[in-house]
């Protein structure tokens, strides 16, 4: 019962911080700026302060301007499953079903006693997580990926976008999901490890095997993009959480199943994430792209896997439900390490 109190306590408190971290407001010669605009001008240039402090202020903002919320799984899943049935064979598609089953009805038993405000800290630290990554990631020289449980990724280090030929900004708010960065066989292995140890707190890491190849969806994808950048016209960028495998319009992904997502998500089924509806940057959009140029000669995009010694590493949050899976690639022929490192 004391322990249950001081939770409610700290809760409060936190909810209370954001509360009046984000109500402060700014203003300038022409009066009160709006509270998006005072979101980006916070993320643009933190007030000075520790790393603790810019990291607090950022997320307040965020939260302010109404794009922190509890993040839509379901979505997640269903557009996990639309890819697989476009893409892989039924044989595979049942062994990944399988094993989502088996820690399904653990998940769902957690999910359905968090409350809103829980699932907003939840959200919290996963954003929290993605900010420390920067730094992580950008300290070594590991081809490395992070992405929600889901499979969207929403984050990448220079080196792994220059191994698998993809610009990096595409590797932006769940954009691209990891299966379609692999081969069906690698696919089915990745869950079926992932799921032995996916509720067993005792272990965080597997070490394995895989091969990293585009999928048609995506090369198409990357392909158009690129092509609408260098003839100056503005490609479609439809970055719909439902889409079949990340392809938009321009795969040929077969109906979705009345079936949906292949089973809910508790409460996280009820809750909807913006982070889908920003506007993603492009090339033809004034972004650098320096890895834009490795798009066309990629071997990734010419069909041919890249065979990888492959780890990944889960983060869990408080509630010891995987938020966060961060994976290492290390490609064990000599002709692709040696690609990867002249193309860093």
């Known amino acids: 019962m004391v322990r249950q109190q001081l939770l409610l306590e700290q809760q409060q408190q936190q909810q209370q911080q954001l509360h009046d971290?984000?109500?402060s407001v700014t203003t300038s010669k022409d009066g009160e700026i709006s509270i998006t605009d005072r979101f980006f001008f916070t993320a643009a240039d933190p007030s000075d302060g520790s790393s603790?402090?810019?990291i607090r202020q950022y997320i307040s903002a965020k939260f302010q301007a109404g794009f922190l919320k509890p993040y839509n799984y379901v979505n997640g899943y269903s557009r996990m499953q639309h890819f697989m049935e476009t893409n892989m064979s039924q044989p595979s598609i049942i062994r990944i079903l399988t094993t989502l089953e088996t820690f399904r009805p653990t998940f769902r038993a957690i999910a359905q006693s968090l409350r809103d405000f829980d699932l907003l800290l939840v959200e919290e630290g996963f954003?929290?997580?993605l900010l420390d990554y920067d730094h992580v990631f950008n300290s070594f020289g590991t081809p490395a990926c992070l992405w929600r449980r889901t499979g969207e990724i929403y984050k990448?280090?220079?080196?792994?976008a220059d191994l698998v030929g993809i610009p990096l900004h595409y590797f932006r708010d769940g954009r691209i999901g990891i299966y379609e960065l692999l081969t069906e066989d690698s696919t089915v292995n990745y869950w079926e490890q992932y799921g032995k140890i996916a509720f067993d707190t005792s272990q965080k890491a597997v070490l394995t095997s895989c091969v990293l190849q585009c999928s048609v969806g995506l090369k198409e994808r990357v392909q158009h993009d690129e092509l609408s950048a260098s003839s100056g016209g503005g490609g479609n960028n439809n970055n719909n959480n439902s889409g079949g495998g990340g392809g938009g319009n321009f795969g040929s992904p077969r109906k979705l199943s009345s079936s949906g997502a292949g089973g809910g998500n508790g409460n996280y089924n009820n809750h909807h994430n913006h982070h889908h509806n920003y506007p993603h940057p492009?090339?033809?959009h004034g972004?650098?792209?320096?890895s834009a140029s490795s798009v066309t000669s990629s071997s990734l995009l010419l069909g041919r896997g890249i065979r990888c010694c492959f780890s990944f590493t889960i983060r869990r949050d408080k509630y010891k439900i995987p938020v966060a899976i961060i994976g290492n690639f290390m490609?064990?022929?000599p002709k692709d390490i040696q690609r990867q490192i002249i193309e860093s």
């Open 282 to 284: 492009h090339p033809h």
């Open 21 to 23: 971290d984000s109500t």
């Open 156 to 160: 990448a280090n220079r080196e792994f």
């Open 52 to 54: 603790e402090d810019k």
């Open 127 to 129: 954003e929290r997580m």
């Open 331 to 333: 490609p064990t022929k």
């Open 287 to 290: 972004v650098s792209s320096p």
